[in-house]
């Protein structure tokens, strides 16, 4: 007698999911922390992007129908794994405390992204659900708590890779979701081939292992999870001669419905099509001409949070390196730029306030013969600080302003003091809160319209696209990470600014401190970058554009349709548990 085919009765499927051995927890946690550990290997300052495909398909075979408390638990692991050592430089200056409190809070959000995808793992192309899910929690940490933390976005480690291009079309969410689509569609697409592939035991019956990685129990149904979206899986039996498990594997092989490999496949394909067909959309021609820009890093003389103590040297450093520019010029080894971009608190002295500040930054802007966007901290008599942006005119003096609109939270203003001054006592080094500008920075320096973000701002999509939006032909985001030392910071900040570089085709100009300054083309290439903690001048002539991408144009319209896709899906898996309850309760 020669193996044959028969349907599993329903009533014999069991109520609940069949418990994970001990091995089999360990060896998954061990997956979802990985998974965390090589999203972060992913960033920069390493050309590693790629990493994030294998990352989320490893965290993908850890949340394939696990439990939602599992999901989160594992969410939570792999959360950790990426936020710890991505954000180090937190406590580059004060501590493991706050580094540690900031990374357990920010998994949160990747831990409930993990009771999500878990939740939308049993369902028909689970992949597109699971990644809308991704989006959503980054759309929930750029937003709460105390105005969002977006660092750590998947878009912002993919500078360098293929699916650059899709930032152009819907912004970071639509490139940070074709990362996690393709990552799961990987998982996917191996999981139906080798559920294909499934060999049998001696008995006819298919081994857990066999059934791919990830296949288990429906937690909603109490099913075995064969192929995504298929119906149960034919069960196996054979007789005693064991004859005719070859024709059994074919046929069972051929039982198996091409739907979910097919959505497998897609789930990879479409991310990579989207990138090449997005290709057209990175263009760096000089839709206005160009502008001759330049960057000045003036170094600070030590690292760490005493560089505020040093607020004259650092002013001197910024002075001296404009004239010695002044003085190429004048010699002709350096090309006159039209304007210059010096970097935020390239001045901690209040110019309005002091005097003999204003005339040496008065002194160095006439000497260069060019407007240039002073960083400086405004402190007046009442009220709170402000980060501000000064356009200095050769002739006029200090002419436009630009405050900081999105001011740092626990750096440049402490929320809850008291209560976070029992847990560290470096809260009092920012002994004055800096309060929020309200008006969107576009300076007129010589007939360009430069956009202004300053450092932190570049993380915050809406910081950067209204600037676009209210006609920047160029962006600039001048930034200070002296109080992050030779940290990874300052890379994970730059690939930022190449990743809005291409979101909305423009250039970007990263005037810092202490470096790394650089000048990025539209398409996302890097022309020119100091070293860091080096004094230097960056002169380079960069094309100016004014046409608006998809990504510009739509805002957040692409991040809401990926957060109704990831709503959609979570609310389709919870009919089902409830269909499923009521079910098996007649």
């Given at each position: 007698m020669s193996a044959t085919i028969s349907p599993v009765d329903a009533s014999a499927a069991d109520t609940a999911p069949t418990p994970a051995s001990p091995l089999r927890r360990f060896v998954r946690s061990g997956a979802a922390l990985l998974s965390g550990l090589l999203l972060y290997l992913s960033f920069p300052p390493r050309p590693l992007w790629w990493l994030a495909l294998p990352a989320f398909a490893l965290l993908g075979w850890s949340l394939r129908g696990r439990r939602l408390r599992a999901g989160f638990g594992l969410g939570y692991l792999a959360g950790l794994g990426f936020l710890l050592p991505l954000l180090i430089w937190t406590g580059e200056e004060v501590g493991p405390g706050p580094w540690l409190a900031l990374a357990a809070v920010e998994a949160l959000f990747v831990a409930l992204a993990g009771l999500g995808i878990a939740a939308v793992s049993r369902l028909p192309w689970?992949?597109?659900?699971?990644?809308?899910?991704?989006?959503?929690?980054?759309?929930?940490?750029?937003?709460?708590?105390?105005?969002?933390?977006?660092?750590?976005?998947?878009?912002?480690?993919?500078?360098?890779?293929?699916?650059?291009?899709?930032?152009?079309?819907?912004?970071?969410?639509?490139?940070?979701?074709?990362?996690?689509?393709?990552?799961?569609?990987?998982?996917?697409?191996?999981?139906q081939i080798q559920a294909r592939r499934a060999p049998e035991t001696e008995t006819g019956t298919v081994r857990d292992g066999d059934r791919g990685p990830g296949a288990g129990t429906d937690a909603a149904t109490g099913t075995e999870a064969g192929a995504v979206g298929s119906d149960r899986a034919p069960a196996l039996r054979t007789d005693r001669t064991g004859t005719g498990l070859e024709a059994t594997?074919?046929?069972?092989?051929?039982?198996?419905?091409?739907?979910?490999?097919?959505?497998?496949?897609?789930?990879?394909?479409?991310?990579?099509?989207?990138?090449?067909?997005?290709?057209?959309?990175?263009?760096?021609?000089?839709?206005?001409g160009t502008a001759t820009v330049a960057a000045v890093?003036?170094?600070?003389?030590?690292?760490?949070?005493?560089?505020?103590?040093?607020?004259?040297?650092?002013?001197?450093?910024?002075?001296?390196?404009?004239r010695e520019l002044a003085a190429d010029v004048k010699a002709g080894r350096a090309p006159q730029p039209d304007f210059v971009l010096w970097p935020e608190n390239s001045s901690d002295i209040d110019p309005y306030a002091n005097a003999d500040a204003a005339d040496v930054i008065d002194g160095a802007v006439r000497a260069i013969g060019a407007p240039t966007v002073i960083g400086a901290v405004i402190a007046p008599e009442t009220g709170k600080?402000?980060?501000?942006?000064?356009?200095?005119?050769?002739?006029?003096?200090?002419?436009?302003?630009?405050?900081?609109?999105?001011?740092?939270?626990?750096?440049?203003?402490?929320?809850?003091?008291?209560?976070?001054?029992?847990?560290?006592?470096?809260?009092?080094?920012?002994?004055?809160?800096?309060?929020?500008?309200?008006?969107?920075?576009?300076?007129?320096?010589?007939?360009?319209?430069?956009?202004?973000?300053?450092?932190?701002?570049?993380?915050?999509?809406?910081?950067?696209r209204d600037t676009v939006t209210h006609g920047a032909q160029l962006i600039s985001v001048p930034s200070n990470n002296a109080t992050f030392g030779r940290s990874e910071m300052t890379y994970q900040q730059l690939a930022m600014s190449r990743v809005r570089a291409v979101e909305?085709?423009?250039?970007?100009?990263?005037?810092?401190?202490?470096?790394?300054?650089?000048?990025?083309?539209?398409?996302?290439?890097?022309?020119?970058?100091?070293?860091?903690?080096?004094?230097?001048?960056?002169?380079?002539?960069?094309?100016?554009?004014?046409?608006?991408?998809?990504?510009?144009?739509?805002?957040?319209?692409p991040e809401a349709l990926l957060a109704a896709l990831a709503a959609a899906g979570l609310g389709w898996s919870a009919f089902r548990s409830v269909r499923a309850r009521r079910t098996g309760a007649e």
């Open positions: 689970w992949p597109f659900f699971a990644a809308g899910v991704w989006i959503l929690a980054e759309a929930a940490r750029a937003r709460v708590p105390f105005g969002g933390f977006p660092w750590g976005k998947i878009a912002f480690g993919q500078a360098d890779g293929i699916f650059l291009p899709l930032a152009a079309v819907g912004g970071t969410p639509v490139l940070g979701f074709a990362v996690a689509l393709c990552g799961f569609g990987l998982f996917e697409t191996y999981r594997a074919g046929a069972r092989a051929r039982s198996l419905p091409r739907g979910p490999l097919v959505a497998a496949a897609l789930a990879v394909l479409v991310p990579v099509t989207g990138a090449l067909a997005a290709l057209p959309l990175v263009d760096d021609a000089a839709e206005d890093q003036g170094n600070v003389p030590r690292l760490g949070l005493d560089f505020n103590s040093q607020r004259r040297a650092v002013l001197d450093n910024h002075v001296a390196r404009t600080l402000r980060n501000t942006l000064i356009e200095w005119d050769p002739g006029s003096g200090p002419v436009a302003t630009y405050d900081k609109r999105h001011v740092q939270p626990f750096g440049e203003y402490i929320p809850m003091r008291s209560f976070v001054r029992v847990f560290n006592s470096n809260v009092d080094r920012v002994s004055r809160d800096f309060g929020a500008g309200t008006k969107v920075g576009v300076f007129d320096l010589a007939g360009t319209k430069v956009g202004l973000a300053t450092c932190y701002e570049a993380a915050f999509d809406w910081a950067v909305h085709s423009r250039s970007v100009v990263v005037p810092v401190t202490s470096g790394v300054s650089a000048v990025i083309r539209p398409d996302g290439e890097i022309v020119a970058e100091t070293k860091m903690f080096t004094p230097d001048v960056l002169v380079e002539k960069v094309p100016l554009r004014s046409s608006l991408t998809p990504a510009t144009r739509m805002g957040t319209l």
